[in-house]
Each structure stands twice: as structure tokens, then as C-alpha cells.
């Protein structure tokens, strides 16, 4: 990654742990990796607030899209996109230090569990791709259904997030290692 | 518990793909799950076939939703016997590249090879064994994009400018077949190949025959069909032996087993069919001649590749019981014998270190004997003579084209001849100049004589070649199946009923 | 089946377009091509699937859904598009460092041979021709 280099504008930037305005912590992890003059606050700030809102949402397609609009697709790219806005205002550093497992690793979890959930239902003699679902009563009176199809659907989102981050660290790191040459 | 046989062969290589991608970082575990989930649906494949010729056609709902609304696996002897013999030659072509991979640069531990070659594989079992037009278009793309990762792995100039070539081509035949998707949905509302044979049957016969036609082009480019098969020799040649071969003996014929299901159970041709004899006349004449003209083996191989996917055409446009026949025969025997020859090739490159006949040092024959005995009994196979497999697939082909009442028939019989021979003259050059006489003075790039060859990848190639021969032993039993299998394709009414089954 | 014309002649410019841009030389070119066409594509199945309706979900009446076949066809197929665009995306960034554009090139070896002498073809004059070839 390149490292920003010292310009007059760094003169610019409040520095030192006696400036009350400076956060102790910055904003997203890796943030300060990239060059002063291309960051942005608004951006940061915004990254920051809205990172965790659209992970939840995500989450949200996920369960919901059994009956409802949604799916682990969906759900998935919800996700990604989350990630993407991360990279967008940090650079691929932010995405490695944001996620410590191999995009790939999830991709084949996401694929391992969509196909074990697949071929499973052979087992007890019913087609492949069957479904079951469990209706659950707990105690304060609501009614919860689990469908197998839950964990196709949970399958779908790893592999999508998992193929989405895949892209954004092979292009989009390649991209800038490349452009840090000619730099 | 059948049902579970049809599923083995798509959905097992997917799940050893997700867990090869799970264990890249494990000493050895990417090599053994690939071998394993191959090897599981070799077995499969075997079980499979025996079932099918036994009880008649296999059906598999997806979900339990019954047809046309559902997905739908089927697996009759047509596709069980594809999906044995493209089984064979997967486990082939990965036992040949770990020879190679471990030869070249020792055990290493992670490669993108596994996951991305088992999807390949989980893409043409798909496509053998799906009951509908879309689930075929997801199978094709399965293939090609798992594909376009292979042979764009590795990073030369050479390389970057075929894979264009490649992949363009490739996506506007998808496209393609998406706007046909769209306009046979648009015609009949349904997509199930059983469903839509009925429909398609009160649809207006022009517009039967342009979906009929569309087809064609989008098999077409995918199956190399003169005058679409300009990229095929353009781009096999660039990428490692390995993926060539499995490119060369499966992405073609998936496209001919696609042409032979869709051609008859949804349009249902029942006389000869003029459009496809003529292209496949075309493409016997260009390709062989295209192979004569040519310096670099691979391109040569390639050439003959495209020429031989006529002879298929050839039989599946006849439409008559024989014809087709011979083409599933064919087509069996040329899955194997293609790769094989293309892995044979790539050994022969490696031991010279040139692909070019101009630069080839000659006298491997003396210096290699097994491997100049396996080039020798491809090369026999390929064009045909007697005794191996490529003979009994061509008299086949022969005998239905001479009892066809066409005047054409006669003539692609006439021209099938005539293009073995140039078959055999194209081979035979290679024979002469790279495996007879002495050791001339090679100016080959690379002096590569003295590497041994690895134990692994001619026994890759034994098992290639060896399936010719074996074909050939068993004749009598294969040519039944083939019959039966033919048979069963051409009568339209019993796989509607097979797939649909239940509802009348 | 009722025709939306206005989708008829969105389908034919999207499509003359993209196939304009496929036959271009610019690996960027054909690559818009070949997005566009998958959208004319992915708006074909839209309108091979009928007149718009509400989304198939459950709860709502069966009358008022629109045919989800086509929907869930072409979502597959908008994956696929994608999923290749990035690969083609990539492929052309690394003609652009490799060869510094994104040119679709021919085949040399094609041209080579079509310039070879026409005596090729045999054993004996290849022989001669390594000699001269080199």
C-alpha cells in the first residue's frame, strides 16, 4: 500500500493529543493510510454511521426473504455493498484490516453449505432440494417458522459477500499497487 | 434413492469446489478432494448407467415440485453414457495436470486449478443430465465461465489476446441464447423440454423453425460448427495441454449433446434435416483442410477437432435411427481419443520443447517408445481404421448415411471417407516428421530431452488412449446401449411421458 | 398476449446498439456491448413474461402476481453477465499493462501460414523449409 507522503498540507492537519477536536480513535481502521488530501469527513463519518445499519439489513433481507422480497442473494449483495462503501473511502487496507478471513474461504463455505443443504434431504428419502420447515410456539405468544431453506439461503449470502470482497481486493488492489508504481 | 444418482454428478463436484476453496492452505487436501469427488462420480456415472439401461429413464424433481413448474434432472442412456465417458476423461485430465503441475514446480500447496476445474466438470454433468432449456443455459455457463478462468490463468501476451478471442465469443453465443430463452418463453410459456415439445407442436411452423435455427447458432459457436468455429483454433492452442484437452474432448460435445436432446425432443425433427447436413459437410471439408494447412500440432489437433465435430452433425441430421447411432458413438469415442491425443501432444512438446512441426527435432519414436505407441494408436483411432473405436463409430455413421433415401446423405457418407483419409495424411505428417527417423539437429527453444517424463501423465494418457481401445473390445455391448440409447431419443413420446410423468 | 410496444423498440435500439459495439476493436467497447445486449437480453425475458404485476411473494393474490418465471430467469442471468463483465474488465486491464491498449488483436499464426510456401505440405519440403524459415 503506499504510504502517504509528507506534503505541506500535513502542516495543515491539527496533530498532537493536546487538540481536543482530534478523535481518539479514528473513524474506520485503516483510514489513516491514505493520503490527507484524499480523505473525506463527511465520507468517513457517514462510512462509519451507516456500515453497521446496512450489515443489519442485510441480515434482515436474509431471514425475510422466504416470504417476503429479500434472500441470501440479495442479503449478500446488501452486504458487499457495505464493504464496498468502507473501500471506497479507505482503500483496500481498510478492507483487509476490516476482514480478516480470505474472501475465498467464504466463498467455499457458501458454496460447501448451499450443496450439503441440497443433497441433504436425499438422506431421508426425500428429493434433492426438498425443504422442510419448523414451526416454533415460544412462551410470549408469537409463532417463529424455520424453513431448511434458511440455510441455502445463508450458503447464497456467504458466497456472494465472499465473491464480492474477492473482487474488490483482487481488482481494486491490483489497481492501486499498479498506480503506486507509476506514481 | 435413484433420484440421488442423478444429483451425484452436478452437485458432488460443487461441494468438493466449496471445501477445495475452504482447504487451499492444506498440504494435499486440494488434490485429494479433487480426486475424490471425481473419482465418486466416475462410480457414480458407472451405477448410473447400468440403472438406466436396466429400468429406463431416471427423473429427478428438484424440490418435489413436479413438472414444467419445477427443475427437472434426467437422466436417460443418452446422457448417463456421456456422463461416464466425460467422467473418465475428467479424472484423466486431472491426473495429467497434477503430473504436470508437480513436475513443473514440485508439490505446491495452493492452486486455483481444483476448484475452478471442478465447477468446469460440475457444469457438463449438468448439462448432460438437465431437463430444461434454462438449466442448460445455467450449465453452458457453469462450463464456459469456469473456462474462461483456465485458460485465462497465466499471464503472457499470447495467452491475454486468445482469451479475448475466447470469452467474446463465448458471452455473445450466451447472450444469444438468453434473447432465445426469451423468445421461446415468449412463444410457449414454458421452458421444460418434455412441456415444450408438446407446445411447440400448435406453435406456427415458421416460427418453429427460427427457434430451430437459433439454436443452431448458438450451439454453434459453442460447438465449433464451420463457419463459427473460427475461434477454436485461435484460442485451444495457447492454453497449457491439460485444460486444451479437456476443452477439446468436452466443451464441443457438451454443445452435440445439447444439439442431439434439444434438436429432438423439443423441436422434433423426424426426416433429414437439410440445413444441418450441409453445415456438417462444410465443416468436415474446412476442418480437415484447415488441419492439412497447419505447422503447430495444437492448431493441427484443433482443426481436425472442428472436423470431426461434422461427423456428429452428420448423423444427427439424418434423424434416422442409425444415423444417430452412430453419432452418440461417435461422439463417445471422440470425448476420449481427442483428449487423449491433445495430452499425448502436449508430453511430446514437453520431451522436444516445440509445438511447431518446423521445429520439432524428430526421433522421439526412438527415444520414447510408449509415447510414440500412444500417438500412434490415437492417431489410428482418430481417422478410423480398423480395429479400434473410431472404425466402429464411422461404419455406423456410414451405414446410416448410405441408408438414408437422401441423395446428400450419400454424399456426406462419401465425404465422411474422404476426410479420414485427410485425417490420417494430417496425423501421419506429424508422425514423420516429430516421431520417425533420428534425432535431427532440433533448434527447439527449450532442450527438454533428458526430463524424465513423469510417470503420472503418461499414465493420464494410457488411460485416454486405453479407452479407445477398450471401447473397441467391448463393441458389441456398446454399440446395443448406443442403439437403445438412439432408440429411446428419437422416440419422443416415452421421455414426455417419463418426465411428466404423473399428470396424464 | 398483449405487445408493449414501447418495450419492442427499447429491445431494438439496445440491441443494434450493443451489437455495433461488439464488432469494434476496443476491448472496452466490445465489453459496453456486451452490457448492453445482457440488458436488452435480461429486458426480453421481462417482457417475454407478460404484462407487469405485483411481486410473487407470499400473501399476495394470485391474479395480481406477475409471472415470476422470467424474474428469477433473468436474475440468474444478470449474475452471469456480471460475474463475466468483471472477468472481461480484468482481462482488459491487463492487456492495457501488458501490451499497453485493449485491442482485440487477430491471430498471427493465421496470417503466417496463409503467407507460407504453397509446397508445405510435404515432409520433404518442410525440411527445407526449417532451413529457410529460420
Given at each position: 500500500m503506499v504510504r502517504p507522503m509528507a506534503s505541506s498540507s500535513d502542516r495543515d492537519v491539527p496533530q498532537g493529543p493536546e487538540d481536543r477536536d482530534t478523535p481518539r480513535q479514528p473513524w474506520l481502521l485503516a483510514v489513516a493510510e491514505q493520503p490527507p488530501l484524499r480523505r473525506?469527513?463527511?465520507?468517513?463519518?457517514?462510512?462509519?454511521?451507516?456500515?453497521?445499519?446496512?450489515?443489519?439489513?442485510?441480515v434482515h433481507l436474509l431471514f425475510a426473504g422466504h416470504y417476503a422480497l429479500g434472500g441470501g442473494f440479495a442479503g449478500g449483495l446488501v452486504a458487499g455493498l457495505a464493504f464496498v462503501l468502507r473501500y471506497v473511502v479507505a482503500g483496500s487496507a481498510e478492507l483487509s484490516s476490516a476482514v480478516r478471513i480470505r474472501p475465498l474461504a467464504l466463498t467455499g463455505a457458501g458454496l460447501g453449505l448451499t450443496t450439503v443443504v441440497a443433497l441433504l434431504p436425499a438422506a431421508f428419502g426425500a428429493p434433492v432440494l426438498a425443504s422442510g420447515s419448523l414451526t416454533l410456539h415460544p412462551p410470549w405468544g408469537t409463532e417463529i417458522t424455520l424453513s431448511s431453506n434458511l440455510a441455502l439461503d445463508v450458503g447464497v449470502y456467504l458466497l456472494v459477500l465472499g465473491a464480492v470482497l474477492d473482487l474488490l481486493r483482487t481488482l481494486g488492489a491490483g489497481v492501486h499497487a499498479s498506480e503506486g508504481e507509476e506514481e | 434413492m435413484t433420484g440421488l444418482l442423478v444429483a451425484v454428478p452436478a452437485l458432488l463436484p460443487l461441494l468438493?469446489?466449496?471445501?477445495?476453496?475452504?482447504?487451499?492452505?492444506?498440504?494435499?487436501?486440494?488434490?485429494?478432494?479433487?480426486?475424490?469427488?471425481?473419482?465418486?462420480?466416475?462410480?457414480?456415472?458407472?451405477?448410473?448407467?447400468?440403472?438406466?439401461?436396466?429400468?429406463?429413464?431416471?427423473?429427478?424433481?428438484?424440490?418435489?415440485?413436479?413438472?414444467?413448474a419445477g427443475i427437472t434432472l434426467v437422466a436417460d442412456r443418452l446422457s448417463a453414457l456421456m456422463v461416464l465417458v466425460s467422467a473418465v476423461v475428467t479424472i484423466a485430465v486431472l491426473l495429467y495436470a497434477l503430473g504436470q503441475r508437480v513436475a513443473d514446480h514440485g508439490p505446491t500447496v495452493t492452486t486455483s486449478f481444483h476448484p475452478v476445474y471442478l465447477v468446469l466438470s460440475a457444469g457438463v454433468m449438468l448439462a448432460y443430465l438437465t431437463g430444461d432449456l434454462f438449466t442448460l443455459f445455467v450449465a453452458f455457463e457453469l462450463m464456459l465461465t469456469a473456462s474462461y478462468v483456465l485458460i485465462t490463468r497465466g499471464v503472457t501476451a499470447d495467452r491475454v489476446r486468445a482469451a479475448m478471442t475466447y470469452v467474446i465469443t463465448g458471452l455473445t453465443s450466451t447472450l444469444l441464447f438468453i434473447t432465445l430463452i426469451a423468445l421461446v418463453y415468449a412463444a410457449t410459456g414454458t421452458v421444460n423440454f418434455a412441456d415444450l415439445g408438446e407446445k411447440l407442436a400448435d406453435v406456427d411452423p415458421g416460427m418453429r423453425g427460427a427457434l430451430s435455427l437459433l439454436f443452431l447458432t448458438v450451439i454453434g459457436i459453442k460447438a465449433a460448427i464451420?463457419?463459427?468455429h473460427f475461434w477454436l483454433p485461435d484460442s485451444y492452442p495457447t492454453a497449457p495441454a491439460p485444460v486444451t484437452a479437456v476443452f477439446a474432448g468436452l466443451l464441443t460435445k457438451v454443445g452435440v449433446y445439447a444439439l442431439i436432446r434439444v434438436q429432438t425432443a423439443v423441436f422434433a425433427h423426424h426426416d433429414v434435416w437439410h440445413v444441418l447436413l450441409v453445415a456438417a459437410l462444410v465443416t468436415m471439408l474446412l476442418g480437415a483442410l484447415g488441419a492439412v494447412a497447419q505447422d503447430d500440432v495444437n492448431r493441427m489437433l484443433s482443426f481436425l477437432l472442428v472436423s470431426h465435430i461434422g461427423y456428429m452433425l452428420f448423423g444427427l441430421g439424418l434423424f434416422s435411427k442409425a444415423g444417430l447411432t452412430g453419432a452418440i458413438l461417435y461422439a463417445l469415442h471422440h470425448i476420449t481419443v481427442q483428449a487423449g491425443l491433445f495430452l499425448v501432444l502436449g508430453l511430446v512438446a514437453r520431451h522436444t520443447g516445440a509445438t511447431s512441426l518446423r521445429r520439432m527435432p524428430g526421433g522421439v519414436a526412438r527415444q520414447r517408445p510408449l509415447l510414440a505407441t500412444l500417438f500412434a494408436i490415437g492417431a489410428v483411432n482418430l481417422a478410423g481404421l480398423p480395429p479400434l473405436s473410431g472404425f466402429l463409430a464411422k461404419v455406423t455413421l456410414l451405414r446410416g448415411g448410405a441408408a438414408s433415401d437422401d441423395e446428400l446423405g450419400v454424399v456426406l457418407a462419401g465425404a465422411a471417407v474422404v476426410v479420414s483419409f485427410v485425417t490420417l495424411y494430417a496425423l501421419a505428417r506429424v508422425w514423420v516428421i516429430a516421431f520417425w527417423g533420428g534425432a535431427r539437429e532440433g533448434d527447439a527453444d527449450a532442450e527438454r530431452s533428458d526430463a524424465e517424463l513423469s510417470p503420472v501423465m503418461?499414465?493420464?494418457?494410457?488411460l485416454l488412449i486405453g479407452a479407445g481401445v477398450a471401447m473397441a473390445a467391448f463393441a458389441g455391448p456398446l454399440s446395443a446401449v448406443a442403439d437403445r440409447a438412439a432408440t429411446h431419443v428419437l422416440d419422443v413420446t416415452s421421455y414426455r411421458s417419463a418426465v411428466l410423468g404423473g399428470q396424464r | 398476449m398483449p405487445i408493449n410496444t414501447t418495450l419492442v423498440v427499447a429491445l431494438a435500439v439496445i440491441y443494434s446498439a450493443g451489437f455495433y459495439?461488439?464488432?469494434?476493436?476496443?476491448?472496452?467497447?466490445?465489453?459496453l456491448g456486451i452490457v448492453l445486449v445482457g440488458h436488452g437480453a435480461n429486458l426480453f425475458l421481462q417482457a417475454a413474461g407478460g404484462p407487469a404485476g405485483e411481486p410473487a411473494t407470499a400473501g399476495t393474490p394470485i391474479g395480481a402476481v406477475s409471472d415470476p418465471l422470467p424474474q428469477a430467469m433473468a436474475l440468474t442471468a444478470i449474475v452471469i453477465t456480471f460475474a463475466v463483465t468483471v472477468l472481461l474488465l480484468a482481462l482488459a486491464y491487463r492487456s492495457s499493462v501488458l501490451l499497453n491498449d485493449d485491442e482485440v488483436r487477430d491471430d498471427v499464426e493465421d496470417r503466417r501460414i496463409r503467407q507460407a510456401p504453397e509446397s508445405e505440405d510435404e515432409p520433404a519440403s518442410v525440411i527445407s523449409l526449417r532451413e529457410d524459415g529460420q
Open positions: 473525506s469527513v463527511v465520507l468517513e463519518v457517514t462510512a462509519r454511521a451507516v456500515f453497521p445499519t446496512v450489515l443489519l439489513l442485510s | 468438493a469446489a466449496g471445501v477445495s476453496l475452504l482447504v487451499s492452505r492444506v498440504r494435499h487436501a486440494q488434490r485429494v478432494v479433487s480426486g475424490v469427488a471425481l473419482g465418486a462420480v466416475l462410480v457414480d456415472a458407472a451405477v448410473l448407467l447400468v440403472v438406466v439401461d436396466a429400468n429406463g429413464t431416471v427423473v429427478l424433481r428438484l424440490g418435489g415440485y413436479p413438472p414444467p464451420v463457419p463459427l503418461t499414465t493420464a494418457c494410457t | 459495439l461488439l464488432m469494434q476493436r476496443s476491448l472496452m467497447r466490445v465489453l
